[in-house]
């Protein structure tokens, strides 16, 4: 019974996680953002192509994508299902990884959609807060540095996976290994998902980021 609630609440998460709040809101101000700048449904490209405004909003949803159901299962779904405590750490692993993949390839836009960075930032949060606040850092400033979006998302993800094993071996967080090593995997998915945009760094082709008046 509990693995059947469990194949029943992960597949809700798919769903919340797959809600393209992107291309809501590019339809929102009458474009399909599919069809627009970089043709991703993330924050960035709504940002480049709507304005700053929605942008904000697109990243703050996304964000929001990503925290709640980690929260809502961290908070109560152990208690209501009788979750071993032992157990819960897996299951909190396997929410952000659903909820991040329902961003990525969301079913309502045929598996099509952003970078995960907004998702699986607010998924992070709630499992390596201080963390997140260090990557948000090292964001804004390679961001202002460069002017460049996707080297400040590569660095940053990998400063997160950093700072989250600093912080644990330093006893600010109780992490299992296992956590750890999924903070990991989850920045080196997110590097993996800009391997376009290595390349035309490397290649000096990449666009810096020009604010929408």
Same mark, same amino acid.
């Given at each position: ?5 469990? /194949?029943?609440? *992960? =597949?809700?998460?798919? $769903?919340? !996680?797959? #809600? %393209? ?8 101000? +009458? ?24 942008? /904000?909003?697109? *990243? =703050?949803?996304?964000? $929001?994508? !990503?925290? #709640? %159901? ?8 152990? +208690? ?36 995960? #960075? ?47 094993? #600093? ?47």
């Amino acid at each position: 019974m509990l693995l059947i609630h469990l /194949i029943i609440l *992960f =597949v809700i998460v798919y $769903l919340f !996680g797959s #809600i %393209p709040w992107g291309f809501i809101l590019g339809k929102l101000n +009458g474009i399909d953002i599919r069809e627009h700048g970089s043709c991703s449904t993330g924050a960035t490209n709504v940002t480049r192509t709507v304005g700053k405004r929605w942008g /904000i909003t697109c *990243f =703050v949803l996304d964000f $929001l994508k !990503g925290c #709640i %159901p980690v929260i809502c299962f961290k908070t109560f779904i152990p +208690g209501l299902f009788n979750i071993p405590e032992n157990f819960c750490g897996i299951v909190v692993i396997i929410v952000i990884l659903i909820t991040v993949v329902g961003h990525i390839y969301p079913i309502y836009l045929k598996f099509k959609g952003g970078k995960g #960075i907004a998702t699986g930032t607010g998924a992070l949060v709630a499992i390596t807060p201080l963390a997140i606040v260090c990557g948000l850092i090292v964001w804004v400033i390679i961001f202002k540095l460069s002017r460049y979006v996707s080297l400040a998302s590569i660095i940053a993800a990998l400063a997160v996976a950093v700072f989250t094993i #600093i912080f644990s071996a330093a006893g600010y967080y109780t992490m299992p290994i296992s956590n750890q090593i999924f903070v990991i995997f989850l920045a080196l998915f997110a590097i993996y998902k800009h391997s376009s945009n290595i390349k035309r760094l490397l290649s000096g082709t990449e666009n810096r980021f020009e604010k929408k008046k």
